[in-house]
């Protein structure tokens, strides 16, 4: 491979990792809005999602350039089929973290809700799959994306409970159904952005062992 387009991938390697970060500041932001209830960081949440929509135009232009312009080899293929992928998975993350900061700045305007722990647990979970996702793909590490894998069966289960906790909040206190709806609508979108946290980590898998764990238990 020559020296030129070696140096494009490194570019289109570099754009992803621009963009997971953008990505982890806006769900941060997000979840921040809600645990601090403060609609300045929803706004800004919402903000880095348009930018974060341009890294994924640029990353699907550097790999149809590349595939148009060079005969890539079989990691390299993977490679750029990979780099769309996640640039599609982090674009989705950041969409989630925008409802989350929609809600939020909803759920500030009303009472504190009572009954909610099992969102509370999800919050971090979610971060931290995110993240290690990123770190997965920087370290081509197996065993990390395989750790956050194993972290979203732990979502989805508590997004299971939450939606049971909101349901007994609002029969025991029915002025908190507004409340209520917000709240499953966020829940969702923290298990939406799990799942393609866990995304990321099974084209890890991919790209590194060339095996493809989609639809296999781990």
Known sequence: MSAYWEHHLFELRDLILMMGGLVEHSLEHAIRALQERSDSLADLAEEEDQEIDQYEIKIDDYVVT????????????????????????LEEIADQATTIARRARLLNQKPVFKTAGSIALMLPEVQSMVRKAIQAFV?????????????????????????????????ADPSQAGAGIHLITLAKALERAADRAASIAEEVIFLVDAQDVRHSKI
Do not use: M, W
């Not at 005969?71 to 640039?87: N, V």
């Not at 994306?145 to 972290?151: P, S």
């Not at 069966?153 to 939606?163: E, G, I, L, N, Y």
């Open 139 to 171: 370290q081509q590490d197996v065993n990390l994306a395989l750790e956050v894998i194993r972290q979203d069966a732990f979502v989805d289960s508590q997004h299971r409970q939450s939606k049971q906790e909101v349901e007994e909040g609002i029969k």
């Open 66 to 89: 590349y595939i148009s312009t060079h005969s890539p080899k079989a990691h390299d293929c993977r490679f750029l089929l990979i780099a769309t992928k996640i640039g599609t998975d």
